[in-house]
């Protein structure tokens, strides 16, 4: 095996992206999801800021003005400020609920949501010292380096700017009044969040494909690899050689059986044989229940002596059946006045056996052999 082959270098297949998908192998982006809540989050305290506000102001309110009976009972201390704490998570639901539907909506764009448990199971290989190192010097360690750097540089540019451009407000705000100094303290904080809501945007643009390339990187394949993969999805030739095998064997026993059914097998006479049968009133024309060349002519025609069936033999009609008519198939129309020739023949042999009389005379069956006109006799490749 050359070191070309064992060179990653062909796209992963179908099979394997899915069997990585299974495992829970699947392209992640820390960037993305970090955008995507820090973003929800600050939406949803917008939409719902002047309920949360009020809510939070009741709460302190209620928190910093505990009952005086706590002072005679302390042992109701620790559920007093449990329900308090409770009470302050059920004002914040709304940032909540938000920050868990972006924290899923984020990997779907990613086509990263599977549910599997193989993601839970213990990799013991990640507590190799060894392995660790080399995640730590490693082109990973070095991608997230980068992103670290271009983290501190996007949000720290955009507060930056933030901060820069609001500096004029900022010093005004000691004379303004203090409602009017909030109203406008808050509104250049929520500029600054969303500058780093596009800031962490911007980042995670760059991070999303970076890692779904990453991902299909890792799984890249040899040709060594591929062939293989291509070879078990297919089977080995020997495989599908056996496979061939049996179902031609079964193909020859199921038309064999049927031979005994056939009401006259019309031979070459040695190298064709086709057996004819013909039920009135169930089908236009005649069916071919079995036919062959050589051996299995010989086996046709044993067969048929076995159980008496009638044997003609026409070597043009037989060579035309067996090129032109297929199995359990209406044997062709061009055929039909040469058949019902040799059909009527069959007819009267069996009122001969039954009612006795004159022998019938075997008809000689005269048939274009070749629909292209070619005169009987000439060779096509197909048997003498």
């Not at 719902?48 to 505990?66: C, E, H, N």
């Not at 449990?82 to 920050?99: F, K, S």
């Not at 995640?135 to 380096?145: C, N, Q, Y």
């Given at each position: 095996m050359s070191e070309d082959d064992q060179e990653r270098t062909e796209q992963p297949s179908e099979?394997?992206?899915?069997e990585a998908r299974e495992q829970g192998n699947v392209p992640r982006s820390r960037e993305l999801s970090t955008a995507a809540v820090f973003t929800g989050g600050v939406?949803?305290?917008?939409?719902?800021?002047?309920?949360?506000?009020?809510?939070?102001?009741?709460?302190?309110?209620?928190?910093?003005?505990?009952p005086r009976s706590l002072l005679e009972t302390p042992q109701e201390l620790l559920p007093?400020?449990?329900?308090?704490?409770?009470?302050?998570?059920?004002?914040?639901?709304?940032?909540?609920?938000?920050?868990?539907?972006?924290?899923?909506?984020?990997?779907?764009?990613?086509?990263s949501v599977q549910f599997n448990t193989k993601s839970l199971t213990p990799k013991f290989d990640r507590m190799n010292?060894?392995?660790?190192?080399?995640?730590?010097?490693?082109?990973?360690?070095?991608?997230?380096?980068?992103?670290?750097?271009?983290?501190?540089?996007?949000?720290?540019?955009?507060?930056g700017l933030t901060l820069w451009s609001g500096t004029k407000l900022l010093r005004s705000l000691v004379g303004?009044?203090?409602?009017?100094?909030?109203?406008?303290?808050?509104?250049?904080?929520?500029?600054?969040?969303?500058?780093?809501?596009?800031?962490?945007?911007?980042?995670?643009?760059?991070?999303?494909?970076?890692?779904?390339?990453n991902w299909k990187r890792k799984l890249m394949m040899s040709r060594e690899e591929l062939k293989r993969e291509m070879k078990e999805?297919?089977?080995?030739?020997?495989?599908?050689?056996?496979?061939?095998?049996?179902?031609?064997?079964?193909?020859?026993?199921?038309?064999?059986?049927?031979?005994?059914?056939?009401?006259?097998?019309?031979?070459?006479?040695?190298?064709?044989?086709?057996?004819?049968?013909?039920?009135?009133?169930?089908?236009?024309?005649?069916?071919?229940?079995?036919?062959?060349?050589?051996?299995?002519?010989?086996?046709?025609?044993?067969?048929?002596?076995?159980?008496?069936?009638?044997?003609?033999?026409?070597?043009?009609?037989?060579?035309?059946?067996?090129?032109?008519?297929d199995l359990g198939k209406e044997i062709p129309v061009r055929l039909y006045a040469a058949v019902a020739q040799v059909l009527s023949y069959v007819y009267q042999l069996r009122n001969w056996r039954t009612a006795g009389g004159r022998y019938p005379a075997q008809p000689a069956v005269e048939v274009q052999e070749f629909a292209d006109g070619r005169p009987n006799g000439a060779t096509d490749g197909a048997g003498l």
């Open positions: 099979k394997r992206l899915r939406i949803a305290v917008m939409s719902a800021g002047g309920g949360i506000g009020r809510s939070a102001r009741d709460w302190f309110k209620q928190a910093l003005s505990p007093y400020f449990g329900h308090q704490i409770l009470q302050l998570l059920l004002t914040m639901w709304p940032i909540v609920l938000v920050a868990l539907a972006t924290a899923v909506v984020a990997p779907m764009a990613m086509g010292p060894a392995a660790g190192l080399k995640r730590m010097w490693g082109s990973e360690s070095v991608a997230e380096l980068v992103k670290s750097v271009l983290r501190l540089l996007f949000v720290g540019t955009a507060a303004m009044p203090l409602e009017m100094a909030m109203s406008q303290g808050v509104g250049l904080a929520l500029k600054m969040l969303f500058a780093t809501c596009g800031a962490l945007a911007l980042l995670a643009a760059i991070d999303a494909p970076y890692q779904k390339w999805s297919e089977g080995s030739p020997e495989v599908k050689g056996k496979i061939r095998q049996m179902q031609h064997q079964m193909s020859q026993r199921r038309m064999m059986e049927a031979v005994p059914t056939a009401d006259v097998v019309v031979v070459n006479p040695t190298h064709y044989a086709v057996a004819l049968k013909y039920e009135n009133g169930k089908a236009g024309a005649p069916i071919v229940v079995a036919k062959g060349v050589d051996e299995t002519a010989f086996r046709i025609r044993e067969v048929a002596e076995q159980h008496k069936v009638a044997i003609l033999s026409a070597p043009p009609l037989a060579r035309a059946l067996y090129r032109e008519s």
